[in-house]
T-cell receptor, first 113, second 113 residues
Framework: DAKTTQPPSMDCAEGRAANLPCNHS???????VYWYRQIHSQGPQYIIH???NNETNEMASLIITEDRKSSTLILPHATLRDTAVYYC??????????????FGTGTRLQVTL | DVKVTQSSRYLVKRTGEKVFLECVQD?????MFWYRQDPGLGLRLIYF???????EKGDIPEGYSVSREKKERFSLILESASTNQTSMYLC????????????FGSGTRLTVV
């Protein structure tokens, strides 16, 4: 799996957009970018994933650069409940026996009043 | 919604005891996983199973074993608990054909004294 690099921590004011960057310069053409988050004392939660195109769902948007060497997770209107550790992971596939994921140490996002 | 239930939220055991951590999921998922989480180290995969009675070692299997006799249940066994196995243990499941989205349990915080 391609290695990812994320800043260890970030702050964001409540109501503002939180933009979490991830570098994956060694990503292969068939590797997806996945984002998870972990709120304190809970198990990680899936947020979004993408291959080439930008993706949006009810939780967030994922912007992948044209060369695919980096991506940004956007929480459009951050709330205090978005305070969590955010993990960026790249994987070829998550089907069948290749389903295992390796989590790094992620970015700790602190949303403040 | 898929539910992944871990039998205990907190557990205290003595060194040398045999410890069973139980995980049950209710959505007929083929894949199940056990991770441990320690400060500064992120989540590390211990074992996973992609079918009943099938198991594969993750990144840190030493000192652990697993059992998957039924599709919905995946047990983690510490044969002889040691203090360095004090950790947060997280169970997860995923449908085999889905290219996204683990569902995690709430975790078991195990303390070995």
């Amino acid at each position: 799996d391609a290695k990812t690099t994320q800043p260890p921590s970030m702050d964001c004011a409540e109501g503002r957009a939180a933009n979490l960057p991830c570098n994956h310069s060694t990503i292969s053409g068939n590797e997806y970018v996945y984002w998870y988050r972990q709120i304190h004392s809970q198990g990680p939660q899936y947020i979004i994933h993408g291959l080439k195109n930008n993706e949006t769902n009810e939780m967030a948007s994922l912007i992948i650069t044209e060369d695919r060497k980096s991506s940004t997770l956007i929480l459009p209107h951050a709330t205090l409940r978005d305070t969590a550790v955010y993990y960026c992971i790249v994987r070829v596939t998550m089907t069948g026996t290749a389903s295992k994921l390796t989590f790094g140490t992620g970015t700790r996002l602190q949303v403040t009043l | 919604d898929v539910k992944v239930t871990q039998s205990s939220r907190y557990l205290v055991k003595r060194t040398g005891e045999k410890v069973f951590l139980e995980c049950v999921q209710d959505m007929d998922h083929e894949n199940m996983f056990w991770y441990r989480q320690d400060p500064g180290l992120g989540l590390r995969l211990i074992y996973f199973s992609y079918d009943v009675k099938m198991k594969e070692k993750g990144d840190i299997p030493e000192g652990y074993s697993v059992s998957r006799e039924k599709k919905e249940r995946f047990s983690l066994i510490l044969e002889s608990a040691s203090t360095n196995q004090t950790s947060m243990y997280l169970c997860a499941s995923k449908a085999s054909l889905a290219n996204y989205g683990y569902t995690f349990g709430s975790g078991t915080r195990l303390t070995v004294v």
